[in-house]
């Protein structure tokens, strides 16, 4: 159980192009999901945490505009990278949770993103 | 702020043999989270084991167990009969009592041996 797909698994595209990278709960209602940036080498950076129905809480430095979640409903976000440049490149992961908040997160497979 | 310190970047150890990897993290928190991931080449993080800071009871999975240390704020890895499929990136991580934020740690890269 508590199993959490993410999708696509690696993307490369031209800069300037925007890119939609998603979420799933496949067995359970998340409640809460998280987005996370990995550079080579380093740990997981949260960018933001998203409640379905409400809007995304960003942390400090990440740009709201430039990374766009959405959680419409209990077992799908989306992150889109819009306007993406070479800089935006990483690999984004995701995790999600389930109620009641002592759950533990549980993390998608992780997306790899070049922008050439 | 809550950080979360893994002072190894890397380890080894020979197969079947028993490896113990630091954590050491700071909170003013009394109730609190604390949390190893693994994350193989894949990439994927996988829970190896949770600790609820209220219990003192160290946690156990298997072959996998904390030594959890609260007024020191430490809280140690222990990797019992190593295998190969253990080799993995392993981060420290911490959330406060809602478990809305994970903090992590630099992680420590265990290598294998055979």
């Known amino acids: 159980g508590a199993v959490v797909s993410q999708h696509p698994s690696r993307v490369i595209c031209k800069s300037g192009t925007s890119v939609k990278i998603e979420c799933r709960s496949l067995d359970f209602q998340a409640t809460t999901m998280f987005w996370y940036r990995q550079f080579p080498k380093q740990s997981l950076m949260l960018m933001a945490t998203s409640n379905e129905g409400s809007k995304a809480t960003y942390e400090q430095g990440v740009e709201k505009d430039k990374f766009l979640i959405n959680h419409a ?10 306007s993406a440049h070479p800089e935006d490149s990483s690999f984004y992961i995701c995790s999600a949770r389930t ?8 993390f998608g497979d992780g997306t790899r993103l070049s922008i050439l | 702020a809550q950080t979360v310190t ?13 490896v113990t990897l630091s954590c050491t993290y700071d909170t003013s928190e009394s109730d609190y989270y604390l949390f190893w991931y693994k994350q193989p080449p ?11 800071a209220y219990k003192q009871q160290n946690a156990t999975e298997n072959r996998f167990s904390v030594n959890f240390q609260k ?6 890895l222990k990797i019992s009969d190593s295998q190969l499929g253990d080799a993995a990136m392993y981060f420290c991580a911490y959330s406060n009592f809602g478990n809305e934020k994970l903090t992590f740690g630099t992680g420590t890269r265990l290598t294998i041996i055979p």
């Open chain 1, 99 to 106: 109620t009641p908040s002592n759950q533990p997160q549980h």
């Open chain 2, 71 to 76: 007024a020191a704020k430490s809280f140690s």
């Open chain 2, 6 to 18: 893994q002072s190894q970047p890397e380890m080894s150890v020979q197969e079947a043999e028993t």
């Open chain 2, 42 to 52: 894949s990439r994927q993080m996988i829970l190896v084991i949770r600790q609820e």
């Open chain 1, 73 to 82: 409903s209990l077992t799908l976000s989306t992150l889109t990278v819009t």
